[in-house]
């Protein structure tokens, strides 16, 4: 057998996530290493390309080489019909129209859990920088389950949680006016598994800022326990935290890790161009 590729350069970032790969641009949009890298993904939860550099369009066609490409968090085109591969992610309204919303990307969660089916991974490129906060963390869901307890492990098997866009505006806001707060409520709740169940058979927390409460305990016991699980699992020694610098490339396993932004100021001009990658697993 004749050995034509070069391995990747890789190094971890913590025992538990992240991963750096240094390459170059020709190299990741060749797709040569796609599967390599959708494997190593979903092992380390964060892979991290310094400085690569990609534009819009490369951004996507290295995105469609480790999967589907998404239009949304459900992996729907866009509203209007309008199918757009990259998202802006800023906290200035000026920039972003979902800027309002994306004051919850400072709390701890992960994307999508009120659909079925949350997207599989995120690919995350700086644009611009906040000459003070914005890096971004995230923590591994998978090692956070694993290390619990095996007395925890039994109690919360089965355990069912009411993820919804209610809980997330009441993050931003809690003192909703009913006409806000029955706004929020047209977007239906979802009840999904405190612990993930993949298909490989590893298993993983899902708790966050969508979490509103685990069904069938009573509110200060279900919030005891949400919030007990989300500070388990957001341990130092579960998280990876970038320091972003100019042009570097992030992609992360949303179905395994935790994420969030460190705060910024809105007007700081910090910029991210985001592409999805559909789910393939429902959350189960
Ligand atoms: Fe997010």
């Not at 490409?69 to 920039?95: C, H, R, T």
């Not at 003070?132 to 109690?155: I, R, V």
């Not at 931003?172 to 490989?200: C, G, M």
Request: glycine content about 8%; charged content about 25%.
């Amino acid at each position: 057998m004749t050995v034509t590729e070069t391995a990747l350069a890789m190094q971890d970032l913590t025992p538990f996530i992240g991963t750096r790969i240094d390459a170059d641009r020709e190299t990741l949009l060749s797709g040569r290493h796609g599967k390599e890298l959708r494997a190593l993904l979903q092992q380390r939860g964060v892979l991290i390309f310094p400085q690569v550099h990609f534009s819009d369009d490369e951004q996507v066609e290295f995105t469609k080489t480790l999967g589907t490409l998404a239009f949304d968090y459900n992996g729907q085109a866009m509203e209007g019909g309008k199918q757009q591969a990259i998202g802006k992610i800023s906290l200035d309204e000026a920039v972003s129209p979902t800027a309002r919303a994306l004051k919850n990307s400072l709390l701890w969660h992960l994307d999508g859990t009120t659909s079925e089916t949350p997207i599989l991974a995120s690919v995350l490129r700086a644009i611009k920088l906040a000459p003070e906060g914005g890096e971004t963390e995230w923590a591994s869901t998978y090692a956070a389950y694993e290390a619990l307890s095996e007395e925890d492990k039994e109690a919360i098997d089965g355990l069912r949680v009411v993820h919804s866009n209610l809980q997330l505006q009441r993050n931003i806001n809690p003192e909703l006016s009913y006409e806000q707060f029955q706004r929020a409520r047209n977007t239906p709740a979802r009840s999904q598994p405190l612990v993930w169940k993949h298909r490989d058979g590893r298993k993983s927390l899902v708790v966050g800022a969508t979490a509103g409460y685990v069904e069938g305990l009573a509110h200060d016991d279900s919030l005891d326990l949400l919030v007990r699980l989300r500070d388990w699992a957001t341990q130092p020694q579960f998280v990876y935290r970038h320091h972003w610098q100019l042009g570097d490339l992030a992609v992360w396993d949303n179905t395994g890790t935790l994420h969030r932004a460190l705060a910024y100021a809105p007007d700081s001009g910090r910029l991210m161009h985001r592409s999805m990658l559909a789910g393939e697993e429902p959350l189960a």
